[in-house]
T-cell receptor, first 116, second 118 residues
Framework: EPEVTQTPSHQVTQMGQEVILRCVPI?????FYWYRQILGQKVEFLVS????????KSEIFDDQFSVERPDGSNFTLKIRSTKLEDSAMYFC??????????????FGPGTRLTVL | AQSVTQLDSQVPVFEEAPVELRCNYS??????LFWYVQYPNQGLQLLLK??????LVKGINGFEAEFNKSQTSFHLRKPSVHISDTAEYFC????????????????FGKGTHLIIQP
């Protein structure tokens, strides 16, 4: 069964450093998402992406964050200058359809980001 | 904007007993409703979803949920649980948009940890 994969599984970085979290969505999916879960808190939506542009973003997704689909398979989340409060589990998800034709979002296993 | 409330952070249940995990939502528009399960050290897996039609929805692993619009609830139930059902369960909603491109994110509840006791 096709699945969403994410690398690395765990990333440790120093405050102020840039990090790139990588995701490979399911191959025939067109809609991509990032979520995060701070330890002990709820899963929070960050951003959705379709047709090479951001579709929707939450208040969390400020100028420190960016997303990109650099090639036909990868979908990345970049945090330009990490802060302690960016420490969280980051989940990537993908779906075949979007707004108007709702579909299941399939989630990857997550990347645990630890900012020291 | 939508919000989701999962009233119980933790639910202990004996094996083979029935269980209900509660979920209430708030929204000014129609919504789609989802239950996801997260097993230890894994991603989120869809259990079931309500988009339209019958309010009783059946999912994987013997779970079902009932959409109650008047109560704004979408409680998850299973008649007989197993040790393997030990996991974190998340209720989520998204806006039921009927037109337009793009994609909406899901709004999640805080999760309910289901603990199965032998």
């Amino acid at each position: 069964e096709p699945e969403v994969t994410q690398t690395p599984s765990h990333q440790v970085t120093q405050m102020g450093q840039e990090v790139i979290l990588r995701c490979v969505p399911i191959s025939n999916h067109l809609y991509f998402y990032w979520y995060r879960q701070i330890l002990g808190q709820k899963v929070e939506f960050l951003v959705s992406f379709y047709n090479n542009e951001i579709s929707e973003k939450s208040e969390i997704f400020d100028d420190q964050f960016s997303v990109e689909r650099p090639d036909g398979s990868n979908f990345t989340l970049k945090i330009r200058s990490t802060k302690l409060e960016d420490s969280a589990m980051y989940f990537c998800a993908s779906s075949a359809r979007g707004r108007g034709a709702p579909d299941t979002q399939y989630f990857g296993p997550g990347t645990r980001l630890t900012v020291l | 904007a939508q919000s989701v409330t999962q009233l119980d952070s933790q639910v202990p249940v004996f094996e083979e007993a029935p269980v209900e995990l509660r979920c209430n939502y708030s929204s000014s528009v129609s919504v789609y409703l989802f239950w996801y399960v997260q097993y230890p050290n894994q991603g989120l897996q869809l259990l079931l979803k309500y988009l339209s039609g019958s309010t009783l929805v059946k999912g994987i692993n013997g779970f079902e949920a009932e959409f109650n619009k008047s109560q704004t609830s979408f409680h998850l139930r299973k008649p007989s649980v197993h040790i393997s059902d030990t996991a974190e369960y998340f209720c989520a909603v998204s806006e039921a948009a009927y037109s337009g491109g793009g994609a909406d994110g899901l709004t999640f509840g805080k999760g309910t940890h289901l603990i199965i006791q032998p």
